[in-house]
Every structure is written in structure tokens, then in C-alpha cells.
């Protein structure tokens, strides 16, 4: 008996991997998987290599050149200047950091303090199940901008604060979503064999049950990614993020805003960034959920 559970217990990760195989396959046959995928790329390697890419690197910080303010879109700055002078494309590039260090320390303080609960939650049960959804619950009973815009305001407004804000409202999202998986998994044949096994609560919540919701973790990661990205640019547009001279492209839209209709580019371009942004990661996250078969919508609210 022994040895057939063992059996069990291994031969649930050469089915997984074969999964995520398939999974890759149909990844490359999705049209919006791709065009997501490549908007992604293409963004965090602008990130990466911004030094590289911008035409003028130091406008990215506290320069000024009045003599070139509010230049329109051209040869010398194909996304114009700001009313400082600063060339906007520069910018906008080095926005992109900002933007994709917000996103993914969000996430990742969500999923450190969500997948775990959730975990916990879905696999203990009872009482444990009971408090921590509970207090999911409240969490989830405020809207995360509201949230967000809530603790911000009672710390110091910077970069920093801002993710520790949205990440506020993220984490319950993660909790409600693994604990819904677990509860679905957590009868299955190869659970119960470590089980039997005499293996801990917590190899077999980490080691065996982790595994096998990661599909709907991914893809929910990769959409709320854009998200992030655009709640973090609400919060530096109302001057409750990143702080002048930083080039994020929330403050850029809001110092632009002044100058329109007339300079119309000063806003304009890092409005299109978050668009493009946002897009690419609905696009690839759309196409992941198709391609895992993942049915976010029975665990949201």
C-alpha cells in the first residue's frame, strides 16, 4: 500500500510539467497571447536598457532648459518637451521603471501575504478557515483605490508608500482565489496518498497542493499587473506617489494637464504609455487564462 501512494505522489508531476508543455503550445497559437507577450517584453526591456534608449538620459531627472520648453513633437524630440525643457520620450522611458518596480513589488508583497493565507485557509479549514476569510472579507469590502488612496494619504507621499498602499487592497484577491483552488483540490487521489504517507500539513499544502494552482495565480498576477500599473499612476497623478523630478507617468499627465489644449504632448505621450502598458498585460493575460482554461469568476465577488 505504501508503495502504491508513493507511486501516486510521484507520478502527479510529470502529468503537471505535461500540462504546462501543452500549456506553452497553445500560448504559441494565440494571436493575443503573442501581441501581449511582446508588449510586454518590449517594455521591460525598455526598462532594462533606458540609458540606452533614451535620447536624453539626463532629462530624466531635475534638468531644466527653458529655452526649449513646450517644443512640439520633432526631429530633435520626437515626443516634444515639457515646460522645463525636459525631452518627454526620456522620460517616458525611464517612466517605465517606475511603473513595473510598483507593479511587481505589489504583486509580490500580495502574493507573499495572500497565497499563503489562502493556502492555509483553504486546506485547514474550520476555525483558521473562518478567521482568515473573515478578515478577507473586510479587506475586499473596500474598493483598492479607495484603500489605497486611504493609506496614502496617512503616510508620506513617495514611491515606496505607494506600493505599501496598493498592496493594502491586493493581497485579500490572492487569498480568496487560492483558497477557493484548495478546496477543490484537496480531496484529490494524490493529497490523500501523502496523506497516508504520514507527510506534514505543510509539505503537503507547499509541496503538492502549490503546484497545482499556480495556472489561476498566474493569471490572475498578469492581469492585475496592469492594474497596478494604473492605480500606481492615479496615485502620482493626485501628487500621492513618486514625487517631482521623478519621471512617473502619473505626475507627468498631471504637470501636462495644465497645458492643454496648446501642448497638448506634454500628457498626451504618458497617457499612451499607461494604455499601451495596461493593454499588453489584459492581452497576455486574457490569452493565458484561454490557454490554462482558468475560470477566474467563481472566486471573485
Known sequence: ??????????????????????????????????????????????????????????????????KEAHLPPGQAHWFG??????????????????????????????????????????????RVNTVIMRLTDIFLAIPPTVLALAVSSALAPNLTNSMIAVSFGW??????????????VKEEQFVEASRSLGASRFRIIFKDILPNVLSPIIVKATLDMGFVILIGASLSFLGLGAQPPTPAWGTMIAEGRIYLPESWWVATFPGLAIFVTVLGFNLLGDGLRDVFDVDLDRWSG
Open 81 to 126: 518637451t515639457d515646460e522645463v525643457g525636459r525631452d518627454i520620450l526620456s522620460r517616458v522611458i525611464y517612466g517605465s521603471r517606475i511603473s513595473l518596480v510598483l507593479g511587481f513589488a505589489v504583486l509580490t508583497l500580495a502574493l507573499v501575504v495572500g497565497v499563503p493565507l489562502g493556502l492555509i485557509a483553504g486546506y485547514w479549514g474550520g
Open 1 to 66: 500500500m505504501r508503495v502504491q501512494a508513493e507511486d501516486r505522489v510521484t507520478s502527479k508531476w510529470p502529468e503537471v510539467m505535461e500540462d504546462w508543455k501543452r500549456a506553452w503550445y497553445r500560448l504559441r497559437r494565440s494571436t493575443v497571447s503573442l501581441i501581449g507577450l511582446g508588449i510586454v517584453i518590449g517594455l521591460i526591456l525598455m526598462a532594462i536598457f533606458a540609458p540606452f534608449l533614451a535620447p536624453y538620459p539626463e532629462d530624466a531627472g531635475s534638468v531644466v532648459k527653458f
Open 171 to 184: 493581497w485579500p484577491w490572492f487569498t480568496r482565489l487560492v483558497q477557493g483552488e484548495v478546496l477543490s
